[in-house]
């Protein structure tokens, strides 16, 4: 994809999901507020509580994921299985947006500048929970990993742009 692709794309916020505890059932937010250098207020990286929180310290990429609806979809499709965006564990859920071509890159979730860090692969965590097919199916599909650039708030049907 060519940098004026990635500049035409816009995708749109379906859900945002946090967790005060690591292990926690993810719980849908109709809008969150996020502070740079923390993460999303509320949620387990924000207070430190998550699984990889320890290992993520040093790290500019704990304090907000995204994941591709369209990719969780096709996952069920494949697999047979039918797991929720929230089953993924990931913070925000996007759809109409090629999130791996944000990677390294600005963009915003609504007024919120946001910079990808790096892809968010399936991990032994998540293949323990949801089983093997995560490994085998949701390499390079399973979402990014952002920093937050500015404090601000939000909210379920925001547009994600690439500045």
Do not use: W
């Amino acid at each position: 994809m060519k940098n004026n692709e990635v500049a035409a794309m816009t995708g749109t916020v379906k859900d945002i999901l946090t967790a005060e505890k690591a292990g926690a059932a993810l719980q849908s937010n109709t809008s969150v507020q996020l502070q740079a250098g923390k993460g999303i207020v509320g949620d387990r990286y924000y207070s430190a509580q998550g699984t990889f929180s320890k290992a993520l310290e040093d790290d500019l990429d704990f304090e907000i994921t995204l994941i591709e609806q369209e990719q969780i979809e096709a996952f069920n499709q494949k697999t047979g299985l039918d797991y929720s965006a929230a089953d993924f564990r990931r913070n925000v859920v996007t759809s109409g947006i090629d999130l791996n071509q944000l990677e390294g890159k600005e963009f915003t979730v609504g007024a919120i500048r946001l910079k990808g860090i790096r892809l968010c692969e399936p991990c032994a965590y998540l293949s323990g929970l949801l089983g093997p097919e995560v490994m085998q199916h949701m390499v390079n599909k399973a979402g990014l990993r952002a920093q937050i650039l500015i404090d601000g708030k939000i909210q379920v049907s925001d547009k994600v742009n690439p500045i």
